[in-house]
């Protein structure tokens, strides 16, 4: 037996001694017409699937009132009380008073881990075997918690963390497409140069950044440890020191930061020639402040690749150009799995999970993310620099034409966090470039989330139908994912700093949700049932509002369900009315709403950071774990 039909067998030992002058019925003997009332009445948002069993206390038989047991919680209604309802894990202790009265007449108090206590005291129903029932369940839901048993990652549906990391990861690959861009361009090459030696001198633990994307003049392409330098990729050593001087090499050196030479970075092949050119300028006295001819070697920085290394860079198919992609794609990577295993192990803890599992379930989900955030980065990157980018420019600036000059600024300086912000025509031209960087990545990451559909289809694990269900599924999500995290960038910039961050997660996790998260079934569920008057209009602000804050505060299906169940106690007409009188009804919406959200929150089990050793324990237990899962196949 399953574990409905074993709770099903448990209620049966009690639920006749329960009973007094009522039907009760059990498991699937319930009449469906019953449910319907009950649910109507007092059981909104029932899942049938679960019910065990109806101790119906009407005298026709209605339904309309009664005890409605299902296998996470129990519906109650009592004469002049409202509708009550106890989650067995809720429950801390349970307690009989008036004990000197018959069984009928009996209390039965109901204390819940929140400190709040819940009284039955109808006399239609036998107290001792409820108390009873409600201990065994209670008791079931704690040894779940306690159990240990193999993760079936297959399983597991961390649609939002998932959807919240692959933002994040196609976030970067498109701002890195961005960057790449200039690539393309006749000094492609020295762009390549510039952000290969960047990305080089940070992976050996140097505090590198690019700052000459300002196109400031005779400023810095960029800082290392501090250090202004200048990158200069010519063919000759003697050309890579001239263009550092005014004239054509005639003249005064341009490059001065604090009053000092800047170091200029030339080709590891052309190094030795380079500082050969500089210390004759400097014999000629070209060079403000400097004298002595030994300096040179202090203003020519050698670069950590060649002439011919930075060309290769710069196209698609070389060894250097992979090599370059697959490093940025890492880093794509590890910023992709850590949202993605952050989210899904708070989440886990918080839908009772225990901390060895949760960690597991986390490191499962980073790790799919992360590969495929790898695997998108390498392959747009490859794509762009194989000539897609260009052909996609018309399409582009079509779009940015249509949005305008405000629109396209709005969007851009989203992605300029800690850069002077851009308007006219440089933020249109912008815009475009982050447009096709878009539709890359977009596009590539819909090719590798579906190919494990196309495989299956072909090894006949599912039908053509299911193929096209989950391809459209695959595209909605991403759509609505990387929609999101443009939305809430551009949303976020006016707070510096926190704008990609917040956008790509928010916005990952609310695309996640639309296309069918656990909180916003059961917002639909239950809340369009909880009320049926001429304030429709109002409980569908409302409904909108809950979706959005299910998705911001990461409410799991049962945390969403107990949060509706408080706004059904708080919310009446008055506040109907005040609501439909407000200025601004989402905003009164949300205040009504963030109160009862954030006391269910508080309730959460605190989550601390995961320490290093964790994850990779993690790690660890979760290759063991799908390598035993791959020797029972075979």
Request: glycine share 10%; with cysteine; net charge neutral.
């Amino acid at each position: 037996m399953g574990e409905h039909e074993d709770k099903v067998e448990i209620l049966g030992k009690y639920l006749s001694a329960m009973t007094t002058a009522y039907n009760y019925h059990l498991g699937k003997n319930v009449p469906g017409k019953k449910l319907d009332n009950a649910e109507k009445s007092f059981a909104q948002g029932l899942d049938r699937e679960k019910v065990l069993g109806f101790y119906d206390v009407t005298v026709l038989g209605s339904g309309k009132k009664g005890f409605l047991f299902t296998d996470d919680k129990l519906y109650a209604t009592e004469m002049f009380e409202k509708n009550k309802k106890i989650w067995y894990d809720d429950i801390k202790e349970t307690w009989l008073y008036n004990t000197n009265k018959k069984d009928c007449d009996r209390g039965l108090a109901v204390e819940l881990i929140d400190g709040s206590t819940v009284r039955l005291e109808d006399y239609s129903i036998n107290k001792t075997p409820l108390k009873k029932f409600l201990d065994e369940m209670k008791d079931i839901e704690s040894n779940k918690k306690a159990e240990k048993s193999r993760i079936k990652y297959s399983e597991r549906n961390n649609t939002g963390a998932e959807a919240a990391g692959r933002g994040l990861g196609n976030f970067n690959t498109v701002n890195n497409i961005f960057e790449e861009e200039k690539f393309h361009s006749r000094q492609g090459h020295g762009f390549a140069a510039e952000r290969a030696n960047n990305l080089y001198d940070k992976m050996t633990g140097h505090d590198a950044k690019i700052v000459g994307d300002d196109n400031a003049k005779n400023g810095a392409d960029r800082i290392v440890d501090g250090i202004s330098i200048q990158s200069k990729y010519c063919a000759t050593g003697n050309r890579c020191i001239n263009e550092c001087f005014e004239d054509e090499g005639r003249g005064a050196f341009r490059y001065m930061a604090d009053g000092k030479p800047m170091q200029i970075e030339v080709p590891s092949d052309k190094y030795d020639e380079a500082v050969k050119a500089m210390e004759e300028k400097i014999r000629r006295g070209q060079v403000k402040g400097i004298t002595d001819p030994n300096e040179a070697k202090n203003i020519v920085r050698k670069g950590h690749f060649t002439y011919e290394q930075a060309r290769n860079i710069a196209k698609s198919g070389t060894v250097e150009s992979l090599t370059y992609d697959a490093v940025n794609g890492t880093i794509v990577a590890t910023s992709a799995f850590g949202v993605t295993a952050v989210i899904s192990f708070a989440t886990s803890i918080w839908n009772g999970e225990d901390f060895n599992d949760a960690l597991k379930i986390a490191t499962y989900s980073g790790l799919k993310v992360g590969g495929t955030a790898f695997i998108t980065s390498v392959l747009a990157a490859q794509l762009s620099k194989a000539g897609l980018n260009s052909a996609l420019v018309g399409s582009s600036e079509a779009i940015v034409a249509m949005m305008g000059p405000k629109a396209s600024a709005v969007l851009i300086n989203a992605f300029r966090v800690g850069s002077k912000p851009i308007y006219g025509a440089a933020a249109m031209k912008s815009a475009a470039k982050l447009l096709r960087g878009n539709a890359i990545t977009a596009g590539v990451t819909f090719v590798v989330l579906s190919s494990f559909d196309v495989a299956n289809i072909f090894r006949g694990r599912i039908s053509g139908k299911q193929m096209f269900k989950n391809m459209a599924n695959t595209a909605a999500t991403v759509g609505a994912g990387t929609g999101g995290w443009i939305a809430g960038a551009a949303i976020g910039s006016t707070i510096p700093g926190i704008g990609t961050l917040v956008g790509t997660v928010v916005g990952g996790v609310a695309g996640s949700l639309a296309a069918g998260a656990a909180a916003g079934k059961a917002t639909n569920a239950v809340l369009g049932n909880f009320i049926e008057d001429d304030a429709d209009e109002m409980v569908d602000i409302i409904q909108d509002v809950f979706k959005d804050m299910a998705s911001e505060y990461l409410l799991s299906s049962k945390e969403a369900e107990k949060c509706v169940d408080r706004l059904r106690d708080e919310l009446d007409g008055k506040k109907l009315k005040d609501m439909f009188a407000s200025n601004d009804r989402k905003k009164y919406a949300r205040e009504l709403m963030t109160s009862i959200i954030e006391r269910q929150t508080k309730k959460r089990e605190l989550i601390h950071e995961l320490t290093s050793d964790q994850m990779l324990f993690g790690v660890k237990e979760v290759l063991e774990d799908i390598s035993d899962m791959q020797e029972c196949m075979e």
